[in-house]
Each structure stands twice: as C-alpha cells, then as structure tokens.
C-alpha cells in the first residue's frame, strides 16, 4: 500500500511496538583512578583477596586470571568518604576466546541499603581485536596480544555524578561460555562524555547492554542520544537486538532496505526526550524492521516513515502521550 504525506496524531501512556516497520574500546573519559587496597574491600565471596587487587593476579596476556563462577559472586570496597565513581575497568587476561558475564554496579551510604540508580548493569563480553574494537592496552590502543581478547574494558554509569562511599559489583548471570579471566579492577572517578550515536554493529543476535555491540564503544543509555539500526559492515543479514534489562535512547533510525532488525526481550526501552525537550523518534529511513519488546514513550513522540513503506499498525487510543505518525 502507497501513502502520501500526512501526519497523523495518536494518544497513548505506552504500547508495544508489537508491529512491523518498513522504512570495545570503551567511552573516552576524563577520570582518575581511585585507589583500592585489600583492606577496602569489606566483603566478597571469595576469601583470598590480595595486592594485586582484587584478587592477586596481575595483568598478563596468557590464560590465567580469576573468575567468578556462580551467579551473586560479588565484591564491596569502602573507599572511606563518599566517591563519585563512574567507570569500573576490568583488564581481561584470558586468550582462548570470547567469555562474558552480566555484571551489576550497586552503590551505598550506609553499608545497609544498596541501590542501582547510580550504577548499572553491563555486558562484560571480551572480543577479538583480530576482528573488532574490543580491549586495549595501558595506552589506550588495541591490545594485540592474547589473541586479541586481552586487555582493559571500561563500562561507564552514574551520569548524576553522585558520590557514594560503598560501591559493590556482583555477577547475576554467565553470557558466554564462562565468565572472562580477569587480572586487575579498577574503579574510576570523574566526568566522562558519551557518544551522541552509536551504531549496531553486531551481526545476527547482540544484546542492546553490551558496550561491543556498538560503535563507538558504549551503550546509550539517555534521550540526548540516537542509535542507529543500518548498514554496519559487520552486518549481513538480519538481526535480533536483544533487550533484557531497562533501557533508554532518545532517537532510534532504521536504515537497511537488504536485512532487517528486531528489537525484542525481556526488558523495557523507554524513548526518552533530550536534555532540552525535544521530542524522541523513530526514523524509519528503508526496510523492514520490528519491535518485540515493551517500549514507553516518556514525551509525546514521532514516528517518520519515508514514503513507500509500510507504516506501523496503529497503538490504542488510551490518552497519554502524543506519538505524531508522519509518513512521506
């Protein structure tokens, strides 16, 4: 079916997107390191905690390192006085392929109540700069060795810059065979700013968390953001994003005529307005694409839908936020 330009205007608090649309290096930041030793870390369930922290291993490109093996491994450093950490940087150290596990940054003042509002949950994946942008060394460029797969990865968070005294990283799930061999942690401090768009680049099934999936390295995570669903040259054939975990974005553009995207999962999107109120979107540019997963419209939204491609079904008529319909 051919439309012609028009806009229409519907009314909703937030609806599936069950429909079809037609149409690492990590985040450069401006942080210091903050310094632990073994006497910070106050709680942990493994019991040999030694220098070098956390666990005694030292940064190295061969297959040995710690790993947590269960879920709700964990560690808590008291830094003392309240710190504004806004990174977490592991150094991988293992050479025998990708490894990955979920990892959760909570934060406390009192030692009592940990919150996540501050911290983040991340993708800790490992990758091959034989291939890809993954782990880099102490200067900041692609550590070659170990196969490629060794090196630091850095997952940024806590865009309020608050400070926290106790900060405790745990593991709630394995994403891939085991989770990576680790050497040194370090916790970093400062501010940092993350890219304005990032662009899908894993092929055939990524999960929207990891910092991999993406180019630049990073995930967007706030309405001041646009990412792209295109034609990255990893990209050859159709993809699933995979969204287990809440997420946020500003502005999300489909442009592949060739292969198509869904995004689906457990977790929720929310389109999210920018730091000045301009509105979220959904840019469909070419091809055939889906979302499958529960996404909320924070502020009255637009979806762009050139001309010759299906549009959207319609969302329900409940009042709410305004989603304008442009297609043309």
């Not at 291993?57 to 560690?75: E, F, P, Q, R």
């Not at 025998?96 to 030692?111: I, P, T, V, Y």
């Amino acid at each position: 079916m051919w439309y012609s330009r028009q806009t229409h205007i519907f009314s909703l608090v937030y609806f599936p997107f069950c429909f079809m649309l037609s149409g690492v290096l990590a985040e450069q930041a401006d942080a210091n390191v903050v310094p632990y030793r073994v006497g910070d870390i106050i709680a942990s369930s493994e019991t040999n905690m030694t220098d070098p922290v956390p666990y005694g291993t030292a940064n190295n490109t061969v297959d040995h390192g710690w790993i947590w093996w269960d879920n709700g491994d964990y560690l808590t450093v008291d830094f003392g006085v309240p710190q504004t950490i806004t990174s977490v940087r592991p150094y991988s150290v293992y050479a025998g392929g990708a490894r990955g596990a979920l990892w959760k940054m909570e934060h406390s003042d009192d030692n009592l109540s940990y919150s996540i509002n501050d911290g983040g949950e991340f993708d800790f994946r490992t990758c091959s700069n034989s291939t890809d942008d993954c782990g880099v060394d102490d200067n900041g460029d692609p550590e070659l060795a170990g196969n490629g797969y060794a090196g630091w990865y850095q997952y940024d968070f806590n865009l309020g810059l608050n400070p926290h005294r106790y900060w405790k990283l745990s593991q709630t799930q394995v994403t891939a065979g085991h989770a990576p061999r680790t050497g040194e942690l370090q916790f970093l401090a400062g501010d940092f700013t993350p890219a304005s768009s990032y662009q899908w680049k894993a092929d055939g099934v990524g999960q929207w968390s990891n910092g991999a999936s993406w180019s630049p390295g990073g995930i967007p995570k706030n309405g001041d953001q646009t990412v792209v669903l295109g034609s990255h040259t990893n990209i050859t054939g159709n993809t699933n994003v995979s969204v287990n975990s809440p997420a946020a974005v500003g502005r999300i553009e489909f442009n592949n005529a060739d292969m198509s995207y869904v995004i689906s999962g457990a977790g929720s999107l929310d389109l999210m307005a920018d730091s000045v109120g301009g509105s979220p979107s959904v840019d469909v540019q070419a091809g055939n694409h889906e979302f499958q997963v529960r996404t909320n419209l924070q502020a009255d939204t637009y979806l762009n839908v050139e001309a010759g491609s299906i549009p959207p079904v319609q969302p329900p008529p409940e009042s709410g936020r305004q989603y304008a319909h442009q297609i043309g």
